[in-house]
């Protein structure tokens, strides 16, 4: 009792994640083919939620009408967005997430339960039966509905040790980028309240374990960008690509030199580290142009 359990969901029920969020089948469910989109993160309330977070689930939402309709045969769809807690469901506690609930009759309104055919595994297995079906679905609605009208912007951190060597990371299959390049520390901003440099220096903790002071960091490069990406869902078994459009800055940290054996933690989406050295990064094959022209200007 108490524990949340949208916070330690069970793998074997997710059919899709994307961004952090979650399709996974009610385990308590109103009707067949009944699922949730759930945020990875604790959220309480939609609020609380990034611009990216929603814009995935606001996808999602589109994408499961059409799922369900192609796997259930059920046309008419219920969303029923809930914040948690005591009322909902006491284990929830304050977890926001959304049933998707295939709505084929007025009984329905009356919140009934209905005889199942399909267990909880079944379902997500019906679903994961659909992952070409909602590879494609992903992929259309960043073709013809996504509206995002407020440019991303991107920040990392060029970090060079006492050895002249820059610190890259390489990051998880869900996050490649490029030709599968490895990258600086760094990330998309989160949190527009705060200057990009302390949003910079709170995503940099998160993937090194390195705590550093902002007021170091001084930027070298700034650009639009367009950069090939990848969606890649472990449990769907689907890749595909996308071209994403931000604001890319490059900093360097002008604080004392980091020692080469320093400790990091990989965390976040870095999931270890290379120290590449000055003179090899013009000629690696899996560091991107716009990042070799800002360290050879950081450098000059």
């Given at each position: 009792?108490?524990?949340c359990?949208?916070?330690?969901?069970?793998?074997?029920?997710?059919?899709?994640?994307?961004?952090?969020?979650?399709m996974?089948?009610?385990?308590?469910?109103?009707?067949?083919?009944?699922f949730?989109?759930?945020?990875?993160?604790?959220?309480?309330?939609?609020?609380?939620?990034?611009?990216?977070?929603?814009?995935?689930?606001?996808?999602?939402?589109?994408?499961?009408?059409?799922?369900?309709?192609?796997?259930?045969?059920?046309?008419?769809?219920?969303?029923?967005?809930?914040?948690?807690?005591?009322?909902?469901?006491?284990?929830?506690?304050?977890?926001?997430?959304i049933?998707?609930?295939?709505?084929?009759?007025?009984?329905?309104?009356?919140?009934?339960?209905?005889?199942?055919?399909?267990?909880?595994?079944?379902n997500?297995?019906?679903?994961?039966?659909q992952?070409?079906?909602?590879?494609?679905?992903?992929?259309?609605?960043?073709?013809?509905?996504?509206?995002?009208?407020q440019?991303?912007?991107?920040?990392?951190?060029?970090?060079?040790?006492?050895?002249?060597?820059?610190?890259?990371?390489?990051?998880?299959?869900?996050a490649?980028?490029?030709?599968?390049w490895?990258?600086?520390?760094?990330?998309?901003?989160?949190?527009?309240?705060?200057?990009?440099?302390?949003?910079?220096?709170?995503?940099?903790?998160?993937?090194t374990?390195?705590?550093?002071?902002?007021?170091?960091?001084?930027?070298?490069?700034?650009?639009?960008?367009?950069?090939?990406r990848?969606?890649?869902?472990?449990?769907?078994?689907?890749?595909?690509?996308?071209?994403?459009?931000?604001?890319?800055?490059i900093?360097?940290?002008?604080?004392?030199?980091?020692?080469?054996?320093?400790?990091?933690?990989?965390?976040?989406?870095?999931?270890?580290?290379?120290?590449?050295?000055?003179?090899?990064?013009?000629?690696?094959p899996r560091?991107s142009?716009?990042?070799k022209?800002?360290?050879?200007?950081?450098?000059?």
């Amino acid at each position: 009792v108490g524990k949340c359990v949208f916070c330690d969901l069970r793998d074997k029920y997710i059919f899709y994640e994307e961004n952090g969020i979650v399709m996974t089948v009610a385990l308590f469910a109103y009707i067949d083919g009944n699922f949730m989109i759930i945020p990875r993160r604790h959220v309480r309330s939609i609020k609380e939620l990034t611009t990216g977070e929603w814009e995935t689930m606001r996808k999602m939402m589109y994408m499961a009408k059409k799922i369900i309709r192609k796997t259930h045969g059920i046309k008419g769809l219920q969303y029923v967005l809930r914040d948690g807690g005591i009322v909902a469901q006491s284990t929830v506690s304050d977890h926001l997430h959304i049933h998707c609930i295939p709505f084929d009759a007025p009984d329905l309104n009356t919140w009934n339960y209905r005889k199942l055919k399909y267990t909880p595994l079944e379902n997500a297995q019906l679903y994961q039966q659909q992952s070409k079906t909602i590879a494609a679905l992903s992929k259309k609605f960043e073709e013809k509905y996504d509206r995002s009208n407020q440019i991303e912007v991107n920040c990392n951190l060029l970090i060079i040790n006492d050895q002249s060597q820059v610190l890259f990371h390489e990051r998880p299959n869900w996050a490649k980028i490029g030709d599968d390049w490895i990258s600086p520390p760094g990330g998309m901003v989160k949190d527009l309240s705060l200057t990009l440099e302390e949003e910079l220096a709170r995503e940099v903790q998160e993937e090194t374990g390195l705590k550093l002071n902002p007021a170091k960091f001084d930027l070298i490069a700034s650009d639009i960008e367009r950069l090939t990406r990848y969606r890649q869902s472990d449990s769907a078994g689907t890749k595909h690509s996308y071209i994403h459009q931000f604001l890319w800055n490059i900093y360097i940290w002008r604080g004392a030199k980091i020692k080469a054996d320093t400790a990091l933690k990989p965390g976040d989406d870095a999931v270890k580290f290379f120290w590449v050295s000055l003179s090899e990064v013009q000629n690696h094959p899996r560091i991107s142009p716009g990042v070799k022209a800002a360290i050879a200007k950081a450098v000059t």
